[in-house]
């Protein structure tokens, strides 16, 4: 299947400071997912995207599908505690499969 | 809306023992996945349900593992019998048919002691 890296594996921010993560694969995705999963809870669907180039908001959260269709960056804009959590990237297992094949996640840690 | 629900929360069993999990996914939501989380790492595909048929169940360990999705509707994995290394949070997904976007349930934690 799809193998995902992620990077940073861990950040440790201020409050009020902007987050930058990334994800790249090996092969060509034509989806790319962002989740977060707080402890003791399941992931939680941030974006999606479909598009190679798009570029799309939710709140203080973007997301971009890069160009080569190989990765994926999202952002956070003035973090707030709640923002605490781990952040994964998600991509179809291959050609013209539906499930899920997750990176090993961005732990993040936010000071207030 | 409802979303995914997953049963039990917990669950503890020694090893050599069979434990069941149980989901019922999101209403109107045909496609129903499990996926297995270890600590550390991201959820991995046990398998895959389109209604009531297995669509992908190639990750699933089937000497020990089993799931079923009757009616098409609630779905159930086994395992059979426990190994220490199938300690992880078992997670449930649903998502609407031909589309990649998956919505989860809280998992159950599984320990194998």
């Known amino acids: 299947g799809q193998q995902l890296n992620q990077s940073p594996q861990s950040m440790f921010i201020q409050e009020g400071e902007d987050v930058s993560m990334n994800c790249t694969s090996s092969?060509?995705?034509?989806?790319w997912l962002w989740y977060k999963q707080d402890p003791g809870e399941g992931p939680v669907l941030l974006i999606a995207?479909?598009?190679?180039?798009e570029l799309t908001s939710n709140g203080r959260l973007t997301a971009q599908f890069g160009i080569t269709r190989k990765d994926s960056f999202l952002n956070i804009s003035a973090s707030i505690p709640s923002d605490v959590g781990i952040y994964f990237c998600?991509?179809?297992?291959?050609?013209?499969?539906?499930?899920?094949?997750f990176g090993s996640g961005t732990r993040l840690q936010v000071q207030p | 809306e409802a979303g995914v629900a997953q049963s039990p929360r917990y669950k503890i069993i020694e090893k050599r023992q069979s434990v069941a999990f149980w989901c019922n996914p999101i209403?109107?939501?045909?496609?129903l996945y499990w996926y297995q989380q270890i600590l550390g790492q991201g959820p991995k595909l046990l398998i895959q349900?389109?209604?009531?048929?297995?669509?992908?169940d190639s990750q699933l360990p089937k000497d020990r593992f089993s799931a079923e999705r009757l009616k098409g509707v609630d779905s159930t994995l086994k395992i059979q019998p426990a190994k220490l290394e199938d300690s992880a949070v078992y997670l449930c997904?649903?998502?609407?048919?031909?589309?990649?976007?998956?919505?989860f349930g809280q998992g159950t934690r599984l320990t194998v002691v």
């Open positions: 997904a649903s998502s609407l048919a031909g589309t990649a976007e998956a919505f």
């Open positions: 092969s060509i995705f034509n989806t």
């Open positions: 995207l479909y598009k190679a180039g």
């Open positions: 998600a991509g179809p297992l291959g050609e013209g499969r539906r499930a899920l094949t």
């Open positions: 209403s109107g939501h045909a496609t």
């Open positions: 349900f389109q209604n009531n048929g297995v669509v992908d």
